[in-house]
């Protein structure tokens, strides 16, 4: 378990070298400090405390006290400090390399874990997998205190000192049981916390429908559950701990009560009662280092069980980077062969085949769920194909450089996703456009009339997921980051599926406005938008069923004629 900790945290601890090895030679010093300060004990009450001592001796004694305390200051604060700042400072590593993971995970593991897990990952397990190097230290000084005080006692009387290392087994095998117990409870605590995150994280989110449907209370008891679900494991290792202190307290009275009694002969044979006091301190003070020790070893635990988990996600294969480079210039087109995929059981491309040629506009309709938002995936690259061929300028999908093939297309989609932060911002995301291309691109996207009329115009910050602009604005503005982003090829997936009619006909005008001469591959959920593209394909059941232009399909019985009228009714 030990090793496993070191290990694992090895290299986020390795850059703080100096303060690593200075935290651990502070523990000496703070064990010293500890015992020097039990070997004081005795003078204090001997010559201190005796009005027959000379000034002189009263004086050294003060400032050895003295001196000690001084030691004493610096030593604690470094040591502890040291060992917090290497703490947090690994967290941080930790959580940025867990966060830079997700980034760089393929599609697939979105979709089968909870975004609570994954959040509680990030700022939980990064937390306590880090607490490890303390208790790691912890594992070190507290054995070394216990060593000092257990030297100082037997100085002091090893005769007593012997009756109560009798009752120490019993003090270790309380604190090992609570420990184990503790620890076994301890993964049922973190997953019932990661489930009370993901409850209050879809709470937030889905905070217009919980009210559309007056979903609150329901919505609330969910939460409630998970709540008294977490408090409940929690409180199972709460009663173990709790159980625990007066069980040593237990200990402690009959090791004491036997001290007495031993003491009493012993004081007959000449222990002197500043020696019985240095022995009582010594003893009493040997417990919490024993105490110590052991919630280290639970901690230690949590620790390697958290870390199990991190190491989980971040030994996760990446989505691929190799792959040969590609202009961001689409010169021919795209070419599907083929091409039957599954997400996992169901099929949902039966061996489908179709052209997308350069600078054309194609269409893809059909009955939902008949699998267009899918080939819009396979063609980001989102997920693999390992059945059929998709060509582009006559190369394997599987060939190319995943970064290289995105900088083809430009997404804009029924899931409207915009940041937290300025209109501005939002369209640059991070690259440096000039104010004239920004208003350009509002202008050819429509959204420039409305903008302006902001007080803040395009510095507006937009709330989470651009709450504060109607479904059309925000997705203007998407229109209209395509647009600054230039690429060559532009996915339409259902963009205007959520929008109400008014909405539908200017964003649908912004898109027309953006196409210019680009290659377009546009999802139609309205038959009414795309009678004007080059080329329609019919999807039905994961195959192209028909293809050709508004009017041919149209002349023909068929699918796209049925899809029309249900449309058009
Ligand atoms: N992430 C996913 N995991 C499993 N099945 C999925 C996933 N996404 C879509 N599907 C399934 O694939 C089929 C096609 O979906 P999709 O391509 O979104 O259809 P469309 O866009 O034509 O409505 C549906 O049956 C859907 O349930
Ligand atoms: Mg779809």
Redesign the pocket.
Known sequence: MFRFVFNALYPYVKPYKVKVFGAIFLSFVLAGVGAMNMRLLKPIFESGLNPESSQDEIISLALILLGLGLINFPARFFHFYWIRFIVDKATCELRENIFKKLQYLPTSFF?KNKQGTMVSSILNDAHIFSNGFRACVDLLREPLKALAYLGMALYYDWQLTLVVVVITPFLIGIFNVSGKKVKNNQSHVQEDQAELTHNISEGIAGHKLSKAFNLQEFIINRFRKAQDKFFNSQMRTTFVEEMAHPFVEVVGTVAFSLVIIFAYFRMKDGLTVGEFIGFVGSLALLMDPIRKFSQANVKLSQAKAAGERIFKVLDLEEERSSGEKITSHLHKGIEVRDLSFS??E?Q?LNSLSLDIPKGKKVALV?L????????INLLLGLYDVDRGTIKIDGKDINDINLKSLRDLYGLVSQDIFLFHDSIEENLKLGERFTDEQIKNSLAVSYADEYINQLPEGMRTVIGDRGARLSGGQQQRITIARAFLQNNDILLFDEATSALDNESEKIVQKAMESISGNKTVVA?AHRLTTIQNYDIIYV?KEGRVVQSGTHSELLSIDGEYKKLYELSSD
């Open positions: 979709t997400y996992g169901n949902v059909g939902s769920g008949s699998g267009k938002s899918t080939l999802v999807f």
